[in-house]
């Protein structure tokens, strides 16, 4: 069946610092949407990416969608402290209507 | 804003009992999801409903059941609760069926 899989699972970085997290699926997605959880919260909707190659930014983050609709990353220019959580990315494949599957999650820590 | 609520924060019970979660949208939505969340393991769906009495299996429904009665009510049941359903259970709801996810606060449940 289908798997997201995300990379790395856990990512600390130094305040100021640029980071990438990456999700690779192993079909076709119809879309694929990030989540970001912070500690001891609900994971909460950032973006959904649809059409292949799409890129969408939202201040420090940048979100691209591949090509091939297989694979998204989220890249986070300038980490703040403000950034510390994981984030999820979760596509739906194009055979499996309505099932959202989520990858395990970037674990992101920063330090001052 | 949408709002997503769920019965209990945290809920300790003894193994073989049975163990009812709410999860309450007040967006008239017509998707809701249970999924549970463990460490490394990202987000797993549980089952999903698209419509009143409607309900789909997701990826680990084994030992839960659910039920949607009303559009803005889903429940989750666990018959016989065993120690391995120890988790956090996170409930969604959405508008469209590949559209966002709004998640409720989430369920920490201890099954001693």
């Known amino acids: 069946g289908q798997q997201v899989m995300q990379i790395p699972q856990y990512q600390h970085v130094q305040e100021g610092e640029d980071f990438t997290t990456y999700c690779n699926s192993s079909?076709?997605?119809?879309?694929i949407q990030w989540y970001k959880q912070r500690p001891g919260g609900h994971p909460v909707f950032l973006i959904q990416?649809?059409?292949?190659?799409e890129v969408k930014k939202q201040k420090r983050l940048t979100f691209q969608f591949g090509e091939a609709k297989k694979n998204s990353s989220l890249h986070i220019t300038a980490t703040q402290t403000t950034d510390v959580g994981t984030y999820f990315c979760a596509g739906t494949s194009t055979d499996s209507w309505g099932k959202l599957q989520f990858g395990a999650g970037t674990q992101v820590v920063v330090t001052p | 804003d949408v709002k997503v609520t769920q019965s209990s924060r945290y809920l300790v019970k003894r193994t073989g009992e049975k163990v009812f979660l709410e999860c309450v949208q007040d967006?008239?939505?017509?998707?809701m999801f249970w999924y549970r969340q463990d460490p490394g393991l990202g987000l797993r769906l549980i089952y999903f409903?698209?419509?009143?009495?409607?309900?789909e299996k997701g990826d680990i429904p084994e030992g839960y059941s659910v039920s949607r009665e009303k559009k803005e009510r889903f429940s989750l049941i666990l018959e016989s609760a065993s120690t391995n359903q120890t988790s956090m259970y996170l409930c969604?709801?959405?508008?469209?069926?590949?559209?966002?996810?709004?998640f409720g606060p989430g369920t920490r449940l201890l099954v001693l």
């Open positions: 967006m008239d939505h017509e998707n």
């Open positions: 079909t076709t997605l119809s879309n």
């Open positions: 409903s698209y419509d009143v009495k409607m309900k």
């Open positions: 969604a709801s959405s508008q469209d069926a590949l559209g966002t996810q709004y």
């Open positions: 990416l649809v059409k292949s190659g």
